[in-house]
């Protein structure tokens, strides 16, 4: 099947071929809704530059990657769509990889290596360490997705992340207004990860502002934020005895929070009457389980669109930019696992 061209572009979205090539070039003064337009038609007809002749016009190829732990997760996975659309419009393709978590892969895909086509890497670690990426050099365009904290001096990036102190606060606070009281919290992970102890920092600030004690036993440790663990934390919980079993938990992840809504329908108890539970992440699993989950809903499409504009402007920039941080915004979604009553999905 022969390749897609731009005039095939151009005569799907009914624009010249220059239109359609200032529209992936991400060049300005297109309007909106012929940028939609030819956008739409991209999409459906499945166009995508050719990285060979854009480098010999150039000295770029337009191709870039976005690194993530595992694409199981639909966090990652929902991110990846919003990356991928956002570098579309701005003529970037992007190659998605897995680093599985593993520290010598990261710092790998972090300097480009492997794929000597890249123009630039969004990169979401997980295990590498800022002494280790300080060692990746300034030439090569790198953006951090996350929430880890890495020195601006140390680590020559920008970084793109939410406050998760803040939305870890914001959901235990929720809880604590419904009158619950023996607050668990399910995501303390054995690595220390900087997820695992921002989001256990919010916890706890928003108990002591309660005047809630921290009870240890109330946040058993987890290998992974996974379903897995989810169900394997509740359980524990669920078997406590009744002065101390939790009557609400703040799962790390909506993948937990499943795991953990699993574990409370296998003992018996009833959401949110029982345990009201809460999530972070803003899945589209949390939307359709049953009860639906209440949950942080992380801006997924303006972290994708921050990170892509920083990495296009790096690439772009004839000379060194300064690096930065930019933090997106957050929100609670309410939902049935935490209000009660059968709500209807609002889309």
């Known amino acids: 099947m022969a390749a897609v061209t731009l005039k095939d572009v151009a005569e799907r979205a009914g624009v010249s071929i220059k239109t359609v090539s200032n529209v992936v070039r991400g060049a300005p003064r297109v309007s909106d809704a012929t940028r939609s337009r030819v956008m739409r038609a991209v999409d459906e007809l499945g166009y995508r530059p050719n990285p060979s002749a854009r480098r010999l016009r150039t000295g770029r190829s337009g191709l870039v990657a976005l690194v993530v732990p595992e694409l ?4 990652f996975a929902e991110l990846a769509h919003h990356v991928r659309r956002e570098a579309t419009l701005l003529g970037l393709t992007v190659l998605i990889e897995e680093s599985l978590g593993d ?5 790998r895909l972090a300097n480009g290596v492997g794929a000597s086509l890249l123009d630039g890497v969004i990169l979401s670690p997980l295990r590498v360490t800022p002494d280790e990426l300080a060692s990746v050099t300034d030439e ?6 996350g929430e880890r904290t890495y020195g601006r001096n140390r680590v020559v990036a920008d970084h793109v992340l939410i406050d998760n102190v803040a939305a870890a606060r914001d959901i235990t606070a929720h809880l604590i ?3 619950r009281t023996r607050i668990a919290a399910i995501g303390v992970d054995r690595q220390g990860s900087a997820t695992s102890r921002q989001r256990l920092e919010g916890y706890q600030r928003a108990l002591h502002e309660a005047g809630l004690p921290f009870d240890p036993r109330l946040a058993p440790r987890v290998e992974e934020f996974d379903r897995h663990n989810g169900l394997l934390a509740m359980r524990a919980l669920a078997s406590l005895p009744a002065g101390v079993r939790p009557d609400a938990v703040f799962c790390f992840s909506d993948l937990l929070a499943v795991g953990a809504q699993r574990a409370l ?3 018996r108890l009833d959401i949110p009457d029982d345990v009201a539970v809460a999530g972070i992440d803003g899945s589209e699993e949390a939307l359709y389980s049953t009860p639906s989950l209440t949950t942080v809903v992380p801006d997924k499409a303006a972290i994708a669109s921050l990170a892509v504009k920083c990495l296009a402007s790096r690439i772009r920039a004839r000379s060194p930019l300064p690096f930065e941080v930019h933090v997106a915004p957050h929100w609670l979604e309410e939902r049935e696992s935490t209000l009660g009553g059968r709500r209807p999905v609002r889309l």
């Open 72 to 75: 199981a997760t639909p966090y």
């Open 103 to 107: 520290a010598a892969e990261e710092l």
């Open 140 to 145: 090569f365009p790198l953006v951090l997705l």
């Open 177 to 179: 207004g419904l009158g």
């Open 265 to 267: 329908h296998e003992a």
